[in-house]
Each structure stands twice: as structure tokens, then as C-alpha cells.
């Protein structure tokens, strides 16, 4: 891969790179072959990298319910009415309506 950092291979890329690692625990990279100092050691590396990492899906749904799935409503107060009113120290009486709330 001399001259050209990454080929192109149908279904992924070759990309090819140099790690230099020094002495003191530092690190660097390089696309081409690097210098190094005398304290320093150069790895050549080729990642595979597949050309899918790039594709993003387009994720869809339509989620329908009908009107009969909902199962029925039911409303035990009794255990809201006993909290509330040992809460408050009042007797606390709670109605349920069916009614929409209106804006």
C-alpha cells in the first residue's frame, strides 16, 4: 500500500497506518511510514473496515390498535381515599368520571 493509504476492496477498505510508541508511554499515529527517534518503535497496521459501518439503516414502523384492544378500566379509590386522608387528617372522598377533560 505504498504511496495509497486506503484500497478499496469491494465489500471494505484496507487502511493502512503506522502506531509509534515511545519510551515515556506515549503514542502517535501516521497515514505514511513515520520517523522515529531513537526512543521510539513504529507498527504498521491495517484495519479492515467494512463499507456496512457506513450504511445507516432507515428504521420504519407503523404499529396500528384497534379499538377494542384496550381492555376496560378498572379503579379501586379506596386504597387512594385511606393514603389521603390519613395524609391530610380529613376525610377524603375521591369520584371517578368517564368524562374527557375539556381545554
Do not use: C, Q, Y
Not at 502517535?28 to 521510539?40: F, H, K, N, Q, V
Amino acid at each position: 500500500m505504498a504511496g495509497t493509504f486506503s484500497l478499496n476492496r469491494g465489500d471494505h477498505w484496507d487502511v493502512a497506518f503506522h502506531l509509534v510508541f515511545d519510551s515515556t508511554g506515549g503514542v502517535r499515529l501516521t497515514r505514511g511510514r513515520p520517523s522515529t527517534s531513537p526512543i521510539e518503535r513504529s507498527m504498521a497496521v491495517t484495519a479492515k473496515v467494512p463499507k456496512s459501518l457506513f450504511t445507516v439503516p432507515e428504521l420504519s414502523a407503523k404499529i396500528v390498535l384497534p379499538d377494542n384492544a384496550a381492555p376496560p378500566v378498572e379503579l379501586d379509590l379506596s386504597a387512594a381515599e385511606t393514603a389521603l386522608s390519613e395524609a391530610l387528617g380529613a376525610r377524603v372522598a375521591l369520584t371517578f368520571t368517564d368524562e374527557e377533560p375539556k381545554p
